[in-house]
């Protein structure tokens, strides 16, 4: 069974990567429609990936991940600082945060969002069609259960490889 199975996922943003990211999670019964919503300030971007995945989709950051278990930032890295100040007053501390921005440093991350829970991503070009290579660390808040989440949910663009020091990300890039 994945360990994304009972967790709702929230998507913000919806750019290629994270079509792409929703697109596996279904494909691959890591979850159904009903456990992931995304959100994108474009209403008729909304309406598409909504009508072909099935998901629910929200023109508001905040509500997106207000009920979610794994929070998945899939935006330009310059939105970074305004969409952390959308976020860090409705993050909860036992949400996880995986981040797929481009030089964004968990630190960076965990500042901008005032959170601590936080895996850091680079997915590759070929992730797009599944078929990718997915470098990845987590912070040390960020426990067992939500690492497997973040393989699991990394899978979905092909395969993942979690490294201990953070460098390795920026160097996979």
Same mark, same amino acid.
């Given at each position: 069974m994945?360990?994304?199975k009972e967790a709702t996922i929230a998507i913000v943003g919806t750019g290629a990567m994270a079509e =792409?990211?929703?697109? *596996?999670?279904? =494909? *691959? *019964?890591?979850?159904?429609?009903a456990q992931v919503i995304a959100s994108d300030p474009r209403a008729e971007r909304r309406e598409d990936v909504q009508a072909r995945? %099935?998901?629910? #989709? #929200?023109?508001?950051?905040?509500?997106a991940v207000e009920g979610a278990d794994v929070v998945v930032l899939s935006i330009k890295p310059q939105m970074?600082?305004?969409?952390g100040r959308e976020l860090s007053s409705v993050l909860r501390p036992d949400q996880l945060v995986i981040s797929i921005l481009?030089?964004?440093t968990t630190k960076a991350l965990g500042n901008a969002l005032r959170h601590d829970a936080i895996v850091r991503a680079m997915p590759n070009t070929p992730a797009q069609l %599944?078929? *990718?290579m997915t470098v990845w660390c987590a912070t040390e808040q960020v426990g067992e259960v939500q690492r497997a989440q973040a393989a699991a949910l990394l899978s979905s663009l092909g395969i993942e490889m979690?490294?201990?020091d953070e460098k390795y990300v920026s160097m996979s890039t």
């Open positions: 994945s360990p994304l =792409a990211m929703i697109a *596996g999670l279904l =494909a *691959g *019964g890591h979850v159904d429609s995945y %099935g998901i629910r #989709t #929200t023109g508001s950051n905040s509500e970074l600082l305004k969409v481009a030089g964004s %599944g078929k *990718g979690q490294v201990e």
